[in-house]
């Protein structure tokens, strides 16, 4: 086991403290950036739409998993930010000043929205976000003259700073690129003032706000920048789909956000990695599955969801920290071998806090 | 009262529902004074800090600290006039570290701006070292070090209670509102508690209001004392003047002594 040994502060503001993680976290860049190298271009373009995902993932986490505010209305931002950035671009806007008028652009719906959400809790937030998906979702099929309605709108090529990018690794290292920055901005923000009035919101905002914390202020904030990182994983989404229609973008694409962060764990950006490989390995498992099983079961409609729902009961049942609880107790368990006891993870009873006020 | 009141109390009443949890209750706090408030279960104690910490509205009456009338404040803006708090039932952030819990209770002064913060300019990188010197100070009055990269979740009753002291500190407050600092906690950390305080007072030049049941530490911190019964004043003095004083045996005692 490391003992780690801090000297100065900065210790304590360094992402990566542990050998370990360096190498690890080295290890798997540089797998990354070699991927072009050693995997087919169908799993390169599949690899890529992960990173996509993994950066809707973050944009929901830093809602959901951070600030404790649920949202199922999570695919409207993908759904901003695909058609926004399409429309801009059709109408001859480069590509990278678009990319940052649509991040803004979402941010902008992102703080209207959580505005008007900062007072909800629980259920009602649920049902509002939701409400607002399904607004956002009727608004792209009937604003026909902007959208193409549900007859769909097509993506115009992936032009960067004048380079036709149309080989799959090309696309693959921009997906990548914005993955990178999308860690470094969401674990940045976690270790500065702002990133903890989040955390503070999310388990007690009496607390927070004796404590000054504006909680509106912050709900609203944090809004804006999960909508704007969710905007930009729109952005990447529709020059991977190519071709957008507003059904892309419905209650069940956010449900498959939502999933991917309660089963890679929340409140770690780490999780919301791990659930985009969960929902990106899914369905090639599923196909493999369907050529074993027998036909009867194998053909049958509705396996994906069907084991999605599986995975996610068992979740929540057996592991409800997800795939990131699970990775802390087995790092825990190789760093401090052979002392790790069950009884390592039983947590002591929670004491009761009655007499809250909401 | 005395002019030179730090905290002043007039006329102040809530009602919930029909029910007047603080009628007509009135007090200063001099500085540098500990003040304590007492009354049995129910009399409203901690109503009259949510009142403070504007966290209830109150029917009637004013809150003036210093030249702040604090009724003109939103909840989030009191700890800047310099009044910070703790809370009966712990409220700390579960989810979080120690040191996370007290880098919060600096929030009061850092700035917190999203853009600069997903960039980690390197103003914020200093402003955080700055910040994390002055918790340290407050690790070491308190004594937690042990305890600062835990999560709450992990720690035993006793160390939350302090933990949650230190983040009240942490605002550099003039004025603490301390809701049942020792309750629950044994005797020899009640004791402990009952130093930390004489401290804050003395070392950090703090003025402490708290609500307490435990006598002792009353009798042997408290300048003067505050008894309620039923969300009414009965009495303010020292605290032996509190305690042979009859009407409060009685509200205690339930018979006529």
Redesign the interface.
């Known amino acids: 086991m490391q003992v780690l040994f801090k000297t100065c502060y900065e210790d304590d503001i360094r992402f990566l403290a542990k050998t370990g993680e360096k190498v690890r976290v080295g290890l798997v860049i540089a797998a990354l950036l070699a991927a072009p190298l050693w995997l087919q271009n169908y799993y390169l373009a599949e690899l890529g739409l992960l990173l996509v995902y993994a950066i809707a993932g973050i944009g929901l986490m830093i809602l959901t998993g951070y600030t404790g505010q649920v949202s199922f209305g999570h695919a409207a931002f993908l759904g901003i930010g695909a058609y926004c950035h399409s429309i801009l671009i059709s109408h001859g806007v480069p590509f990278s000043v678009s990319v940052i008028l649509t991040t803004a652009f979402s941010a902008a719906i992102g703080m209207a929205l959580g505005r008007s959400a900062s007072r909800m809790h629980g259920f009602y937030l649920a049902i509002a976000t939701l409400a607002f998906l399904i607004l956002v979702e009727t608004l792209l099929g009937e604003w026909t003259s902007m959208t193409g309605g549900y007859a769909g709108l097509k993506v115009p090529a992936l032009v960067v700073f004048g380079m036709p990018l149309k080989a799959v690794w090309q696309q693959y290292y921009l997906d990548l690129f914005f993955v990178l920055i999308v860690v470094m901005a969401a674990a940045n923000l976690f270790r500065t003032s702002t990133g903890r009035s989040f955390l503070a919101v999310r388990d007690s905002e009496l607390s927070a706000r004796s404590l000054g914390v504006n909680v509106e202020w912050v709900k609203i904030q944090s809004f804006g920048v999960s909508a704007a990182i969710t905007g930009l994983a729109g952005v990447l989404l529709a020059h991977h789909l190519h071709y957008l229609s507003p059904e892309v973008f419905n209650v069940l694409e956010s449900l498959k956000l939502m999933l991917m962060i309660v089963v890679g764990g929340l409140g770690s950006i780490l999780g919301a990695i791990f659930g985009a490989i969960l929902i990106s390995l899914l369905p090639i498992s599923i196909s493999f599955l369907k050529d074993v099983l027998p036909p009867g079961i194998g053909q049958q409609a509705g396996l994906e969801p069907l084991l999605f729902g599986l995975i996610i009961v068992l979740f929540i049942v057996f592991e409800p920290l997800g795939i990131y609880g699970r990775w802390m107790k087995l790092r825990y368990f190789f760093e401090t071998f052979p002392y790790c006891r069950k009884s390592s993870f039983v947590r002591q009873k929670s004491y009761l806090r009655t007499e809250r006020l909401r | 009262m005395s002019a030179a009141a730090m905290l002043s109390v007039r006329n102040l009443s809530i009602m919930f529902g029909g029910v007047h949890a603080v009628e007509d209750v009135s007090f200063d706090v001099n500085p540098g004074e500990v003040f304590a408030i007492i009354g049995p279960n129910g009399a409203g104690k901690?109503t009259i800090f949510?009142l403070i910490?504007r966290?209830y509205e109150p029917c009637s009456g004013t809150i003036h600290y210093g030249d702040h009338d604090l009724l003109e404040l939103?909840?989030?803006?009191?700890?800047?006039t310099g009044i910070?708090?703790t809370?009966?039932?712990?409220?700390?952030?579960?989810?979080?570290t120690v040191?996370?819990n007290l880098?919060?209770?600096?929030?009061?002064h850092?700035?917190?701006?999203?853009l600069?913060?997903?960039?980690?300019l390197p103003s914020?990188?200093k402003s955080?070292?700055e910040?994390?010197?002055k918790v340290?100070d407050v690790i070491d009055l308190l004594d937690i070090a042990q305890y600062r990269d835990e999560r709450i979740?992990?720690l035993?009753?006793g160390a939350?209670k302090n933990v949650e002291l230190a983040?009240a500190l942490c605002?550099e407050p003039t004025l603490l509102l301390l809701d049942e600092p020792a309750s629950g906690l044994s005797s020899e950390e009640s004791d402990d508690v009952g130093f930390w305080l004489e401290d804050i007072k003395h070392d950090l030049g703090v003025t402490l209001v708290m609500v307490e049941h435990d006598m002792n530490l009353v009798g042997s911190i408290a300048d003067r004392v505050m008894a309620i019964n039923d969300g009414r004043l009965i009495a303010i003095g020292t605290p032996d003047e509190i305690r042979d004083n009859q009407e409060v045996q009685q509200a205690y005692l339930g018979v006529s002594a």
């Open positions: 901690s949510n910490s966290l939103p909840a989030h803006k009191i700890v800047r910070a708090r809370f009966q039932n712990i409220e700390l952030f579960e989810q979080a040191l996370q880098l919060v209770g600096r929030h009061r850092m700035s917190a701006n999203p600069t913060a997903l960039a980690f914020v990188r955080e070292l910040h994390r010197r340290e979740a992990d035993p009753y939350r983040r605002a």
